[in-house]
C-alpha cells in the first residue's frame, strides 16, 4: 500500500522559509514523478510544484515561481519543497502526490496522480 507522510509546516511571517518534506513508500519510489499540490479554505486545490522520476526536469505553478524548489532524494525515497519568500496568500494544506505512471515528467494536472498524503498546514503571516 502506498503511504505519503508531509511533515514540516507551521506559522511562519511573510517573508520567511519554511521546507516540507514528504516521505513515500509501498512503492518503487525512483520510478515516479512526484507533486505538491496545495489548497486553501474555500479555494480550489491548485498546482504548486512537481518532479521528474529521476529529477532532472522540474514544473511550478506561477503563483511560486521564482521562490519554491522541489527536489528529490531517491535513496531516501523522499520529496522536498523549499519554500522561500513566503507571503501570506500562500497560507493553504500542501499536499504530496505520486505519479500513477512510472517514468514521467513532473505533470501540473491532479489527474496524473493516484497517491495523496494527509496535507500539512502552512500558515503564513503578515
Known amino acids: 500500500q502506498v503511504q505519503l507522510v508531509e511533515s514540516g509546516g507551521g506559522l511562519v511571517q511573510a517573508g520567511g522559509s519554511l521546507r516540507l518534506s514528504c516521505a513515500a513508500s509501498?512503492?518503487?519510489?525512483?520510478?515516479?514523478?512526484m507533486g505538491w499540490f496545495r489548497q486553501a479554505p474555500g479555494k480550489e486545490r491548485e498546482f504548486v510544484a512537481a518532479?521528474?522520476?529521476?529529477?532532472?526536469?522540474?514544473n511550478y505553478g506561477d503563483s511560486v515561481k521564482g521562490r519554491f524548489t522541489i527536489s528529490r532524494d531517491n535513496a531516501k525515497n523522499t520529496v522536498y519543497l523549499l519554500m522561500n519568500s513566503l507571503k501570506p496568500e500562500d497560507t493553504a494544506v500542501y499536499y504530496c502526490?505520486?505519479?500513477?505512471?512510472?517514468?514521467?515528467?513532473?505533470?501540473?494536472?491532479?489527474?496524473?496522480?493516484?497517491?495523496w498524503g494527509q496535507g500539512t498546514q502552512v500558515t503564513v503571516s503578515s
Open positions: 502526490c505520486i505519479a500513477r505512471n512510472m517514468y514521467g515528467s513532473g505533470w501540473s494536472t491532479d489527474g496524473a496522480y493516484d497517491y
Open positions: 518532479i521528474s522520476w529521476g529529477g532532472g526536469s522540474t
Open positions: 509501498g512503492r518503487t519510489f525512483s520510478k515516479y514523478a
